[in-house]
């Protein structure tokens, strides 16, 4: 399968515009800021949930918990991604009972990568709240399962790849909607 960039949705500028944004809604939606706690989903999700938080920062002046999350082993569609899955390990520095937890990911698509990930986290403790952060909603749902921010609506056909790109992984902020060929 070769993929082909069909067309940029989002440049670093607007990128970081998006991140403000998402990163204000979440401070609206949350009466008490210190009961925030970001966690990015691996791979993207984390450094996006780590800019949020920088921006939570800027805006508020506190230091909002942060996390990782793998999922790998909560997946429903192990066996066919790997016959061998390695569960990297999760990290978050502190206790996410009775706290807001904003998940965080790059694309929300089927839904089954949240769904994951709610399993995993109420492994870690009990939420008073989980809500979920992405960049990019590109439709195509499996289950019920709708994200509380959104960066970008982008519908697409099932044939399409939506790409973010980050500058910690990537080299560059982008968004990107890419054709399978």
């Known amino acids: 399968m070769s993929v082909f960039a069909k067309k940029q949705l989002l440049d670093s500028n607007s990128f970081k515009r998006t991140l403000t944004r998402i990163a204000h809604e979440i401070l609206e939606k949350n009466a008490e800021p210190k009961n925030i706690c970001l966690v990015g989903i691996k791979t993207r999700g984390i450094p996006i949930a780590k800019r949020l938080a920088s921006k939570i ?12 999350l793998d999922i790998s082993l909560y997946r429903d569609d192990l066996t066919e991604l790997n016959e061998d899955p390695q569960l990297q390990s999760s990290n978050i520095k502190g206790d996410i009972t009775g706290m807001d937890v904003v998940l965080v990911d790059d694309v929300i698509f089927t839904g089954r990568t949240a769904r994951a990930a709610m399993d995993a986290l109420i492994d870690l403790g009990r939420p008073r709240t989980i809500q979920l952060a992405v960049m990019v909603d590109r439709g195509h749902r499996e289950l019920p399962i709708r994200p509380d921010y959104v960066g970008k609506n982008v519908p697409t056909a099932k044939s399409e790849i939506v790409l973010v790109r980050v500058e910690e992984i990537d080299g560059e902020d982008s968004v990107y909607i890419s054709v399978k060929k």
Request: hydrophobic residues 35%.
């Open 57 to 68: 920062k800027e805006i508020e002046g506190l230091d909002v918990l942060t996390g990782d």
